[in-house]
């Protein structure tokens, strides 16, 4: 409850904190509509959290620093530094709201027999892998006619368009490329990430227009963050040689696949 009290929300919310953090994108949306649509967060507290319950898993990092960059260690310090630049992210977008201490200020629903609970929670879990699963199949059909464009306009638009392109296609670069836009993709997330955030909280009355200004603050924290740790840790030294050199040949065409899901 203590990282809730960081950002001004109501204890109700360091749950769908902690999950959004560590659970990978869209799971801060999902769970800010549902405690918007059970009365346990209003409008203002529901958009602070969306702003902040927001990024990759560390598992999808650690996969990404395997395969870009030859060493898991690299894609942990980049989730490392997506976590801290949440905090004044998330300082800000929870500024000036009243905390409420105790949950009791809004009457929770009834609660449901645990067969109804388990039921509901088997219907809700298979929605909202059909909602990620449908995006995520419908932006691998559309990256293939963005690589159509000419020029370095195709690999742009889909790595803007979908994370995990975004991530791989950093390998074709050099390391400090590399490091630059993988944090950059996982702070934004991409427009089909946007657009699986958009489907969970239609109905909910959360506006995502202060969740657009807390990516371009993000993106500016993290962005500063993995440079300091880089300075710091000397992390170029953990790449594994060649890995860049070599990344085209055991990557024959960016975007026939997602590597790891987020």
Avoid at 62 to 86: D, E, P
Wanted: some cysteine.
């Amino acid at each position: 409850k203590w990282l809730a009290r960081v950002y001004h929300l109501p204890d109700a919310a360091a749950a769908a904190l902690a999950l959004g953090l560590v659970g990978g994108y869209p799971v801060g949306a999902r769970m800010a509509a549902g405690l918007k649509r059970e009365g346990r967060l209003d409008g203002r507290e529901a958009s602070a959290l969306l702003c902040t319950a927001y990024g990759p898993s560390p598992t999808f990092l650690a996969g990404i620093g395997a395969m870009v960059f030859g060493n898991r260690k690299i894609g942990l310090v980049i989730w490392l530094a997506l976590l801290l630049a949440t905090l004044p992210v998330g300082f800000l977008a929870g500024r000036g709201l009243r905390r409420r201490e105790r949950e009791g200020e809004s009457t929770p629903p009834p609660m449901q027999p645990l067969s109804g609970r388990f039921v509901g929670s088997v219907l809700s879990a298979t929605r909202a892998m059909g909602v990620i699963c449908g995006f995520t199949v419908a932006f691998a059909v559309l990256r293939q006619y963005l690589f159509l464009l000419p020029g370095e306009m195709g690999r742009f638009a889909a790595a803007f368009c979908e994370v995990s392109v975004g991530c791989m296609s950093a390998g074709e670069g050099g390391y400090g490329a590399a490091l630059l836009l993988v944090t950059g993709c996982c702070s934004l997330g991409g427009v089909s990430v946007w657009m699986q955030n958009a489907c969970f909280l239609r109905g909910s009355g959360i506006s995502m227009e202060k969740f657009f200004l807390s990516r371009v603050l993000h993106l500016l924290f993290s962005l500063s963050l993995v440079l300091l740790f880089d300075r710091w840790l000397k992390m170029s030294e953990w790449a594994a040689v060649g890995v860049f050199s070599s990344f085209s040949e055991a990557v024959p065409a960016m975007g026939a696949g997602s590597a790891v899901s987020s």
